[in-house]
């Protein structure tokens, strides 16, 4: 994760590190990860969006891996990555995210991000918004994760955005 491939558009050190942060606060399995996420990443006010589901505050960021209790190896790699604007506030990056469950099975899916920093002229800038797109069929399907279940507003339960 160290050589993130940053494009040739120059983007503040403490941006390069805040992301670097955000990856290896994710993909941690410490008995703090989430906190130091919520914390040390994110403004208090911060949000996380995973497709449709929104955890806001640092206390709900804190909670983001609800559901995931079979997920023992967290990975991303990044291919691309590419800045919008001047000041390095506005992050687009792509990737794969690979997942290993407590009972050996790995699976992984190609994801899209978008990070909106919040004082990017500061020594230690925040995260104000990261949204993430992925695919998490291949997870479902081997039971590396259980989909969300709600109740849609005609009552009929929705497991992972469709019906």
């Not at 967290?74 to 919008?84: A, D, G, K, P, Q």
């Not at 590396?144 to 279940?149: A, F, G, M, Q």
Request: glycine fraction near 8%; proline fraction near 7%; hydrophobic fraction near 35%.
């Amino acid at each position: 994760m160290e050589d993130l491939p940053w494009p040739s558009q120059p983007v503040p050190e403490p941006v390069k590190k805040l992301i670097l942060r955000f990856y290896t606060s994710i993909d941690s399995h410490g008995p703090h990860a989430s906190y130091k996420l919520a914390s040390k990443v994110f403004t208090a006010d911060g949000e996380l969006i995973i497709n449709k589901r929104v955890w806001t505050g640092s206390e709900s960021i804190c909670q983001w891996r609800a559901g995931g209790d079979t997920v023992i190896m967290r990975s991303h790699t990044i291919e691309e990555i590419l800045v919008c604007g001047d000041d390095g506030s506005n992050i687009f990056m792509s990737g794969t995210l690979r997942l290993g469950s407590d009972v050996g099975l790995i699976a992984e899916s190609p994801f899209s991000a978008k990070c909106l920093v919040d004082d990017t002229s500061s020594l230690t800038p925040r995260v104000r918004k990261w949204q993430i797109w992925m695919d998490y069929t291949p997870f479902f399907d081997l039971g590396i994760l259980r989909p969300p279940v709600s109740k849609m507003s005609d009552g009929v339960l929705d497991t992972i955005g469709g019906r």
